[in-house]
C-alpha cells in the first residue's frame, strides 16, 4: 500500500537505438537561444580521450566537468560544479548534458537544479524541496540497470545521509540511449549495474507496495533481465540493447512501487564503508535467501554462468561501532522496510537481525 498519492514524472523525450549519439547536437541546438547558447557537459572521466569524445559536439563556448566515478556523487561537489557553471557566463546555459552511468547523471540531473535554486545541495536532500525548474537537461546512459536516466531522484550523500534529491523536476528532460557505447563496458561493472536492475524487480514485485504498474514494468524488466544474464552467448549489442529497456523498466518499477531489504542495507554499506552501489547490492543479495528465495537462486546461476566474483569477507574487519552505524543507516530507511514487509515492519526485522546480515557480508 503506497503511502499518500503522488502524480509521477518520466522524461519529456527518449531517442532510442544504434548510432542515437550522432543526434546529440541536433537536440543541444534546440534548447539554444540568443542568450543562453552554450553547453555544460557533465561527463563520466573514463571517455577522456576515448573515441567516445569525437562524437560529442562541445564547442569551445561551452563548459565541460569531468567526472571521478571511484565514488558516488556527494552534495559538496555538487555545490562546486553549481560554482563553476555560474562563473562560467553570465547567461545561464541552455543544457546540462550528462554522459555516464548511474553516478554521472545522478551529478547531471542534482547540478541541473542547483544552477537554479540557489543554497547548499544538502539543504534539498529529501522530498519536494526543491523549488524551481532547472536547466534543461539531457541524460546519455553508458552502462545500464540503476534507471537512473528514468528516476525522479539524483541519490547524494551529504555530510549527514546518502538520500535523494526527489521532486517533479529531478528528472532529465530528454534521453539519448545508444547501446553501442554500452560496449566498453567491462564484464564484473556489467553484471553489477544490472543486477542493480534485476534487483530491483525483485524487490518491487516481492513488495507490499506493488500495483499492477509497478508488476508490469518489473516482471518486463525481469524478463529482459534473465534473457541477458541467463545467456552467455548472446551478441553483446543485442544484449547491451535489451538491458537499456530493462533498466527503463526496472526504474520505473520502483517508481511505481520501491526498493526493499537489499538497497536499505547496501545504503548502509555505502554510507560506512563507501562501497558502491551496484556492487554493494550483489554483497549483501548474496546473503538474502532468506528474503527473496526465487531470485536469489537466479542470481546465483546468472553470477555463475558470467564468472563474475561478489566480494566477500569485507565487514571482516569493522568495528562493532561501524557495524551500528552501518545498522542506524539501514534502520531509518523506514520506507524500503514498509515496503518490504508492510506498515509493522518492526515485527519482521530487528536491529541484531540487520547486524547479523552485515557481519556475513
Ligand atoms: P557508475 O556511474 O558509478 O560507473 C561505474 C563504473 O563503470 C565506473 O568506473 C565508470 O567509469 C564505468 N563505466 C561507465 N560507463 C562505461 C563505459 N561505457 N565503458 C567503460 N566503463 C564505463 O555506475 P552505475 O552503477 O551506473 O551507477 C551507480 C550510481 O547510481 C550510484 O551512485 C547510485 O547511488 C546511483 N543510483 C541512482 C539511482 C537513481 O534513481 N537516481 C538508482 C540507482 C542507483
Ligand atoms: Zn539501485
Given at each position: 500500500m503506497l503511502y499518500d498519492f503522488r502524480s509521477f514524472v518520466n522524461p519529456g523525450k527518449y531517442a532510442f537505438g544504434k548510432g542515437s549519439i550522432n543526434h546529440l547536437g541536433e537536440l543541444i541546438d534546440k534548447q539554444k537561444n540568443e542568450k543562453n547558447n552554450w553547453s555544460v557537459f557533465i561527463i563520466?572521466?573514463?571517455?577522456?580521450?576515448?573515441?567516445?569524445m569525437s562524437k560529442i559536439p562541445s564547442t569551445e563556448d561551452d563548459l565541460i566537468i569531468w567526472i571521478d566515478t571511484s565514488e558516488e556523487p556527494k552534495t559538496t561537489f555538487v555545490n562546486s560544479y553549481r560554482d563553476l557553471i555560474l562563473a562560467h557566463d553570465s547567461y545561464l546555459p541552455a543544457t546540462i548534458v550528462g554522459i555516464g552511468g548511474g553516478t554521472t547523471m545522478d551529478y547531471a540531473k542534482a547540478v541541473g537544479l542547483m544552477v537554479t535554486n540557489p543554497g547548499d545541495s544538502a539543504d534539498f536532500q529529501g522530498l519536494d524541496l526543491i523549488k524551481n525548474e532547472g536547466i534543461y537537461t539531457i541524460c546519455v546512459p553508458t552502462v545500464s540497470g540503476t534507471g537512473a536516466e528514468v528516476s525522479m531522484t539524483a541519490v547524494l550523500s551529504g555530510p549527514e545521509k546518502k538520500l535523494g534529491i526527489k521532486c517533479d523536476y529531478t528528472i532529465p528532460n530528454e534521453v539519448v540511449f545508444d547501446?553501442?557505447?554500452?560496449?566498453?563496458?567491462?564484464t564484473n561493472q556489467r553484471f553489477y549495474t544490472g543486477m542493480d536492475c534485476y534487483i530491483h524487480n525483485a524487490e518491487s514485485l516481492n513488495?507490499?507496495?506493488?500495483t499492477e504498474m509497478g508488476k508490469a514494468f518489473a516482471e518486463k524488466s525481469n524478463e529482459l533481465c534473465k534473457e541477458v544474464f541467463l545467456?552467455?552467448?548472446?551478441?553483446r549489442l543485442v544484449a547491451d540493447e535489451k538491458m537499456m529497456v530493462a533498466s527503463i523498466m526496472g526504474g520505473n518499477s520502483i517508481t511505481y512501487a520501491q526498493v526493499g531489504v537489499c538497497h536499505a542495507l547496501s545504503y548502509g554499506l555505502a554510507v560506512?564503508?563507501?562501497?558502491h552501489h551496484g556492487v554493494g547490492n550483489c554483497i549483501v543479495f548474496n546473503q538474502l535467501e532468506k528474503y527473496y528465495p526465487n531470485e536469489y537462486k537466479e542470481f546465483k546461476e546468472m553470477q555463475t554462468l558470467h564468472g563474475v566474483t561478489i566480494p566477500e569477507g569485507i565487514t571482516k574487519e569493522c568495528t562493532e561501532t561501524e557495524l551500528d552505524q552501518m545498522v542506524e543507516v539501514s534502520w531509518a530507511l523506514e520506507h524500503m522496510w514498509n515496503n518490504a514487509f508492510?506498515?509493522?515492519w518492526e515485527k519482521h526485522i530487528t536491529k541484531d537481525m540487520i547486524k547479523d546480515l552485515f557481519r556475513k557480508m
Open positions: 563520466d572521466n573514463y571517455f577522456s580521450g576515448k573515441p567516445l547501446p553501442e557505447i554500452l560496449a566498453s563496458v567491462p513488495g507490499t507496495w506493488i545467456n552467455k552467448d548472446m551478441d560506512v564503508l563507501k562501497v508492510g506498515p509493522e
